[in-house]
């Protein structure tokens, strides 16, 4: 008859539950790209940058950078701001900064830009000279905001005027007010829990029957 060993189903088992733990919470931060991003200067200068990214229906994320008080050359070794996104460890070179309004476009999602100063733009990995940092964070004008009813023209027969109509159903709109990071947090828990659950009776299943089968 053959012998299920426990401590080689435990050791599954929480493989199980780690992996769906970390694919939960990687799947949310592939989608963290979307927001805006302060690229503080890291080095005591005057430098800095904003961006805004989108996500556009071509499923490219759609990068707008705006900087002040951009030197060339920096120094007299580095003549290039080149821009970096990161996510989890993977880097991706969006560009050059040139005069400091540019916009890029990206497939890869990312959580992090940061600015590192290059001797010139063909350079295919970041140097060690950092010199602009920053992470996603939601634009604050749009937190807690539902999604608008758009607004009807209706023409009045009698009088001719237009009448704007926000809402036909006559009830008030209402906010959805925005999670917070514990919230965000419980909720990617419950998730991955709900997925390692499923795989871990997948699992004892599959151990039932390769048992009934050789017993």
Same mark, same amino acid.
């Given at each position: 008859?053959?012998?299920?060993?426990?401590?080689?189903?435990?050791?599954?088992? /929480?493989?199980? #539950?780690?992996?769906?733990?970390?694919? *939960?919470?990687?799947?949310?931060?592939?989608?963290?790209?979307?927001?805006?991003?302060?690229?503080?200067?890291?080095?005591?200068?005057?430098?800095?940058?904003?961006?805004?990214?989108?996500?556009? *229906?071509?499923?490219?994320?759609?990068?707008?950078?705006?900087?002040?008080?951009?030197?060339?050359?920096?120094?007299?070794?580095?003549? @290039?701001? #080149?821009?970096?996104? $990161?996510?989890? =460890?993977?880097?991706?070179?969006?560009?050059?900064?040139?005069?400091?309004?540019?916009?890029?476009?990206?497939?890869?999602?990312?959580?992090?830009?940061?600015?590192?100063?290059?001797?010139?733009?063909? #350079?295919?990995?970041?140097?060690?000279?950092?010199?602009?940092? %920053?992470?996603?964070?939601?634009?604050?004008?749009? @937190? =807690?905001?539902?999604?608008?009813?758009?607004?009807?023209?209706? /023409? *009045?027969?009698?009088?001719?005027?237009? /009448?704007?109509?926000?809402?036909? *159903? %006559?009830?008030?709109?209402?906010?959805?007010?925005?999670?917070?990071?514990?919230?965000?947090?419980? #909720?990617?828990?419950?998730?991955?829990?709900?997925?390692? %659950?499923?795989?871990?009776?997948?699992?004892?299943?599959?151990?039932?029957?390769? /048992?009934?089968? $050789? %017993?």
């Amino acid at each position: 008859m053959y012998t299920v060993n426990m401590r080689v189903l435990i050791k599954l088992a /929480t493989f199980i #539950i780690v992996f769906s733990v970390i694919f *939960s919470f990687s799947t949310k931060r592939a989608s963290a790209s979307k927001g805006e991003f302060e690229l503080e200067n890291t080095v005591g200068g005057e430098t800095r940058c904003y961006a805004l990214s989108t996500l556009l *229906s071509t499923a490219q994320y759609h990068v707008l950078v705006t900087c002040r008080n951009l030197i060339y050359p920096a120094d007299e070794n580095n003549s @290039q701001y #080149i821009l970096w996104s $990161r996510n989890a =460890g993977d880097v991706v070179k969006l560009g050059s900064l040139a005069q400091g309004e540019v916009f890029f476009n990206t497939k890869t999602p990312f959580s992090q830009l940061f600015v590192t100063l290059e001797p010139n733009d063909k #350079i295919k990995e970041p140097g060690n000279r950092t010199v602009m940092f %920053g992470t996603v964070k939601d634009v604050p004008f749009l @937190q =807690g905001l539902s999604t608008p009813f758009p607004t009807q023209v209706v /023409t *009045s027969g009698e009088t001719g005027k237009n /009448t704007q109509v926000q809402n036909p *159903s %006559g009830t008030p709109e209402k906010t959805v007010p925005a999670l917070t990071t514990r919230e965000k947090l419980l #909720i990617g828990l419950k998730r991955s829990s709900v997925i390692a %659950g499923v795989a871990l009776l997948g699992l004892i299943g599959l151990i039932f029957v390769i /048992t009934r089968s $050789r %017993g």
